[in-house]
Structure formats: structure tokens, C-alpha cells
């Protein structure tokens, strides 16, 4: 049985309440030994550091929406799996928020992608988060909806352990896609980010994924279940590495699309933000995060590869 610690968080209330606590442990980190916090006693005024949760403290984390959203934080053996946040008024996963390094990069062969055994729900509930704004196997509004279940914190990126695996197929991490879309663009996105850590690397990948929920104007539809569709999905990468820090996103529309050339769906984070509305890697010291997340979009590109 896996020792695993449970938060979820009311974003608006400085309180945990805490929906499963098997084992009181200390959070690890990323390869190179740290808990990836922001760094205390700096310049830092939008960040989620009055928060007392620590977790919410870690790089990857944006800026908590509070208000009618909740917190989740998926553990194993005192290792963050990933977060989630849920906005139980709009029913949706709005962000997954997650780390990539080398102990978590690499793929067990005893790990295979799971597969629901007779009985058992491919998609299962969130087992810690016990609201009726969530979705359940017994209310799953992705069946006969036309749309795929995509991950968000996708299963390939968690074959280390069986249950990191696993937890990736909980409804709460999981938004209603365009089966085209899922197994093309999407999935060769997926792929790129994993390629930006190898096997042996010191370096720590922190990733945000979602679709768009929070402006009408950027739904797809909505579906007779009242499962928002969004019209845009994104991500939003921070890399960390012996030189520092260096960001990017994806923004991209929901439609079947099989491109495998990912140069133009690029933007600079200051983009992403204004599009999403969210405030990504807001735990970064705010002369470091002003910096990274401002970048002329040909300067990322040239940062990440593209050019």
C-alpha cells in the first residue's frame, strides 16, 4: 500500500482541509534534491506564498483561482504525483500542474498503460475528492458525448510506478477532446515535452496543462451533461536547468489537427496569460518571472530549439 498524503484546498480560504491523510510525511522533490519552492525573502507579491498549504509553494503551481475552485494533490511515498484544480461551479479540471525530472522520466517495464480488469471503471472517480461537482463513473459525461477522455497530466508521462499511473486516469484529470486532435497534435506535444528531459538529466521540467473554461468565448460547445468543451488547450513549460530558467507555451485550437510541426503554436508566457487568464509560474521571485515569461516569442524560439 502506497503512503500517499491527500490536500484539497479551498483557494479563497488560507486553510487545508484534508480529504485523506494515511501517513504525515515531507513532500520530495525534483532529481536534484529540492522541494522546488519559491525562494523565500524575495520580491514576490502574486505568488501563493501566504497560502500555509506548501505544495502550493512549488514552481509548477499558478497562481490559485480560489473562489468556487479547489486544490487536489495526488501523492505517492510522499512524492507529488501531480495537482489539480477543479472549478466545482463550471464541473471542469481548469489546470493539471506537474513535474517531469529523471527518477519520474523513466518508463518501468512492469509499468504498462493501465487497463481497467472486468469491472473496474477505465476512468475512475477522484478517491479525494468527495464533492458532488465532480464527475463519477456513475456520471461520467464523456460517454456518448463524441468527445475522447484526454488526459491532462498524460499517462505516458507517469510509467514509473503503478500507481502514478493510475491516478492519471481519474476523472478529475481529464477534458473532453476531439479524438483527431488527441492522437495527433496533442499527443506529438505530449511527446516534444517528455523529449526535453533525457534519461540522467539534472534538469527539472515544471508543465501546467488545461483547456480553456473560464471565458465563454473560448468554449467549443457544451454538451447536454453541462460538460464545458473548450476551444482552446494550452501549456505552459518552465525549465530549469545549471543556467537557469527559461518558459514557453503552447496555445492551440480545439479541432482535429494531425500537425507534427509544433514551431507556430509557440508563445511567450505573458501571451498565454492573457489568453488564459491565468498567472503561471507566479512562485518564481517576480524579477525572474518578469523576465522569462516576457521574452520576444523569436528569443524563445531560439531557446527551445525551434530555430
Request: proline share 5%; net charge negative; charged share 20%.
Amino acid at each position: 500500500m502506497s503512503t500517499r498524503i491527500n490536500y484539497i484546498l479551498k483557494g479563497s480560504i488560507a486553510g487545508i482541509m484534508i480529504a485523506m491523510l494515511s501517513v504525515f510525511t515531507a513532500c520530495s522533490g525534483s532529481s536534484d534534491g529540492t522541494d522546488d519552492p519559491a525562494v523565500a525573502n524575495v520580491t514576490n507579491i502574486n505568488s501563493n506564498l501566504a497560502n500555509p498549504n506548501s505544495v502550493v509553494h512549488r514552481l509548477e503551481f499558478p497562481r490559485l483561482k480560489g473562489g468556487q475552485s479547489l486544490v487536489i494533490t495526488h501523492f505517492e511515498n510522499g512524492e507529488v504525483n501531480y495537482s489539480v484544480e477543479w472549478d466545482t461551479v463550471k464541473r471542469s479540471n481548469r489546470w493539471s500542474a506537474y513535474e517531469l525530472y529523471a527518477s519520474n522520466r523513466v518508463w518501468n517495464p512492469n509499468v504498462p498503460r493501465y487497463t481497467a480488469q472486468k469491472g473496474d471503471p477505465q476512468y475512475p472517480t477522484d478517491p479525494d475528492f468527495h464533492c458532488s461537482t465532480a464527475w463519477t463513473t456513475d456520471n461520467d459525461p464523456f460517454w456518448g458525448s463524441g468527445y475522447f477522455h484526454g488526459h491532462i497530466c498524460p499517462s505516458a508521462d507517469r510509467r514509473n510506478t503503478k500507481l502514478q499511473q493510475y491516478q492519471t486516469f481519474y476523472l478529475t484529470n481529464i477534458m473532453p477532446q476531439n479524438g483527431v486532435f488527441n492522437a495527433g497534435v496533442w499527443e506529438t506535444m505530449e511527446k516534444w515535452v517528455r523529449s526535453q528531459i533525457s534519461i540522467g538529466s539534472k534538469d527539472t521540467l515544471y508543465v501546467v496543462k488545461g483547456g480553456t473554461i473560464d471565458n465563454p468565448s473560448q468554449y467549443k460547445a457544451q454538451t447536454v451533461h453541462g460538460m464545458i468543451i473548450p476551444n482552446y488547450y494550452y501549456m505552459a513549460l518552465l525549465m530549469k536547468n545549471s543556467k537557469g530558467y527559461r518558459a514557453m507555451g503552447f496555445w492551440i485550437k480545439h479541432e482535429a489537427n494531425i500537425d507534427t510541426s509544433l514551431a507556430k503554436y509557440v508563445v511567450n508566457i505573458d501571451t498565454l496569460e492573457e489568453r488564459t487568464g491565468i498567472d503561471f509560474f507566479c512562485n518564481l521571485p517576480d524579477d525572474i518571472e518578469n523576465h522569462v515569461e516576457s521574452l520576444p516569442l523569436e528569443n524563445v524560439l531560439r531557446a527551445w530549439g525551434f530555430n
